[in-house]
């Protein structure tokens, strides 16, 4: 029997065993009493939860009941609603007071006994008792938390996966399409990091993720023409230069370059035709520096390594660069091609990207 039609049942049954427990107390008690009814529902580790939720009988114009004492087989979970000295929601609210309980397989039923007081001076029960749902509940495996976040930059395509789940760990297989794939099984807190370079920009790259086998996206280089308003020379000796030109038939350029480690920043604005350039000295430890290119009506923005001279080739995984917020799945720009900065020391890179735009797939 299916996880659905087991729930359907167990509610079924846990409304009707609710409600008749009330009712042959309300018998009984003249009229005063608690309304109970139990919501039934299994759990992945194949044990099953009841959530109780309690209501005063429909009484008019004599108060609220108070709750007195509070009977269950086992215990609530924590945060509940339903103890000694709470006041009971008359069931014309819409509100009412919950609590829940977690059972094992081995177990068949749960009880509850409510007794309240109200302002008149009388005082009533209310009872109930669920079943497992029916058919019982089965384990679940447990299911990998996989997670991929995605950007593009002038030079190539950046791929960062991670699970997020110890009890199960998902494959992930890239496939590039100019030959590349490998397929990797990341533990928990370490981030699987790795950049695919464009050889020839003409024909492009995409890149593409399947996890555990199955696809989940192909993700294709993008390009923008505010690349071309700035180049940077990387050299180990010297640190990173940026050069920004303006094209003649441009518009006015507003250029913001920010080192993480040093804190240290600046803000250019140059018209059409000017020129300038920015400096960031080699320094004894490796640096990122986070850039924005925007007109009135164009943006790009993105992040570029510097290594010193003794580190030869940065480790792809995990990632260099400074932690990102992780976003689910999404498609980010930015610069950080640390292995072709290294690899072309002193040759002069165009930079561009466009905002970094964060999307769930």
């Given at each position: 029997?299916?996880?659905t ?27 005063h009493?608690v ?11 194949g ?5 109780w939720?309690v ?23 924590e ?6 000295g ?33 302002p ?40 960062y ?17 100019d ?11 370490e ?5 695919f ?9 995409s890149?593409?993720?399947?996890v ?16 071309h ?5 990387s ?100 610069i ?26």
């Open positions: 029997m299916n996880r039609l087991k729930r359907v049942l167990g509610l079924a049954g846990s409304a009707v065993l609710g409600l008749a427990g009330a009712v042959t107390f309300a018998s009984a008690a003249q009229a009493h309304e109970i009814e139990g919501i039934t529902e299994c759990t992945q580790d044990g099953w939860t009841v959530v939720q209501t005063d009988w429909a009484s008019q114009g004599i108060g609220a009941g108070v709750i007195d004492t509070v009977t269950v087989d086992g215990e609530f979970n945060g509940t609603e339903i103890v000694a709470a006041e009971l929601p008359h069931p014309d609210s819409g509100n009412y007071l919950e609590g829940s309980q977690n059972f094992g397989a081995d177990v068949a039923t749960a009880s509850i006994t409510i007794d309240a007081s109200w008149n001076g009388n005082t009533g029960t209310g009872s109930a008792l669920v079943s497992a749902p029916e058919g019982g509940c089965e384990a679940e495996e447990p299911r990998p938390e996989a997670y991929v976040d995605v950007w593009t930059d002038c030079f190539g395509i950046n791929v996966a991670w699970n997020e789940s110890e009890e199960a760990l998902a494959e992930f297989t890239i496939e590039t399409s030959g590349f794939s490998e397929t990797v099984t990341p533990a928990v807190e981030d699987y990091y790795n950049y370079t464009v050889e020839d920009p003409e024909a492009g790259l890149v593409t993720i399947l555990d086998g199955e696809l989940y996206d192909t993700f294709e280089w993008i390009d923008n023409p505010l690349c308003y700035a180049t940077v020379e050299t180990c000796e010297d640190g990173l230069t940026f050069t920004l030109t303006v094209p003649a038939e441009g518009e006015e350029t507003t250029f913001y370059f920010y080192n993480y480690t040093t804190e240290e920043e600046f803000e250019i604005v140059l018209g059409p035709g000017e020129t300038d350039t920015v400096n960031f000295p080699a320094a004894a430890e490796e640096f990122w520096v986070y850039y924005e290119i925007y007109t009135d009506k164009d943006y790009i923005s993105g992040e570029t390594p510097w290594y010193p001279c003794d580190v030869e080739t940065p480790s792809p995984s995990p990632s260099p660069k400074p932690e990102l917020p992780k976003t689910g799945s999404s498609l980010t720009i930015m950080s091609s640390a292995a072709a900065l290294i690899a072309a020391a002193g040759v002069i890179f165009f930079l561009m990207r466009r905002r970094r735009a964060a999307q769930d797939w």
